[in-house]
């Protein structure tokens, strides 16, 4: 491990993890899918949300937090024995260069090159670098990088999922007359209209959805913007009651604690990248009162 700035520190857990704490935010990430798992501005409430019930475990995705989806969203598309939203996020990364900015800020980079395990399931060369900046702003990139001979098409989302008091009453503003799919309902094409209000399983794939959303929670009192850049997919998902009772690493009474508003490329927008090529998909989360 690289000598590290003096806001970042190792965390002994079942599965090593950093944790950052400087003069705008802590958080906590662990090398397993270079999973943010927590951040916490300073003066604010924890704006991830993860299941009491999450695996912390080699080959099982950490429920909460921000997954990384690579280098495919949701099943995959012809073999039903991998794992859902692809290999990064139970893969472990390595960690890479790690500072503390100028202004307070602490920026940790986390690396993932294909192997002879990765190219069994996925025939592609690739290197991804992800990089998180922790501040009063949680800045996310991941970079995708093909490092083979040909081209490869791949689906990513960093599949953020966020702390609300109460999902019944929380409003999701910014895909106002968006197109999505809804994939509670057969993947029926429809229109958003008006904010996003929750009041049953809620699972929207909006394409060509390039701007920030806005998630509103009265009952703390403040406001998630998320703003995102490489991106032309937002996809927005709470579970609800009976799809949280049929998943072993999610409580049952949780789910109106959560919602996810995800920063992806997936479906008809997922990404081809030549030889050699690469490209950046960020997401930016703040807070505001
Ligand atoms: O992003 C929404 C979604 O694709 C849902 O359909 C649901 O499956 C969710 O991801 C969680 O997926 P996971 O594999 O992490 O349980």
């Keep these: ?17 950093v944790g950052v704490s400087n003069r705008h935010a802590r958080a906590t990430i662990f090398l397993h899918g270079a999973h943010v798992a927590s951040w916490r501005p300073v003066g604010e409430a924890e704006v991830l949300w993860t299941s009491v019930r999450s695996w912390f475990a080699a080959g099982k995705p950490i429920r909460g937090g921000v997954p990384i989806c690579f280098p495919w969203f949701g099943a995959h598309p012809t073999d039903a024995a991998q794992p ?86 929380a409003k999701l503003t910014g895909l106002e007359g968006a197109r999505y799919l809804d994939k509670v309902d057969g993947g029926a094409e429809r229109t958003q209209a008006g904010p996003l209000l929750f009041t049953a399983e809620t699972d929207r794939v909006f394409a060509g959805a390039e701007g920030p959303c806005t998630i509103e929670d009265p009952v703390l009192g403040r406001k998630i913007v998320v703003a995102k850049a490489g991106s032309k997919t937002t996809v927005v998902w709470n579970p609800w009651v009976a799809k949280a009772a049929r998943m072993p690493d999610y409580g049952d009474e949780e789910w109106p604690g959560m919602v996810c508003v995800e920063a992806a490329n997936a479906g008809t927008e997922r990404v081809t990248l030549g030889a050699g090529q690469a490209r950046e998909l960020r997401q930016v989360i703040g807070v505001r009162r």
């Design 1 to 17: 491990m690289s000598i590290l700035p003096s806001s970042v520190t190792e965390i002994a857990h079942e599965l090593p993890a």
């Design 84 to 169: 859902a939203h692809g290999i990064a996020r139970l893969r472990p990364w390595t960690l890479g260069e790690a500072e503390d900015l100028a202004d307070g800020r602490t920026r940790v980079v986390f690396r993932l090159a294909s192997d002879p395990q990765t190219e069994a399931v996925w025939p592609h060369a690739f290197e991804l670098k992800y990089t998180v900046v922790v501040g009063a702003e949680l800045e996310l990139t991941l970079e995708v990088k093909n490092s083979g001979q040909e081209a490869f098409t791949f689906e990513e989302a960093l599949h953020t999922y966020f702390d609300v008091a109460d999902v019944r009453r």
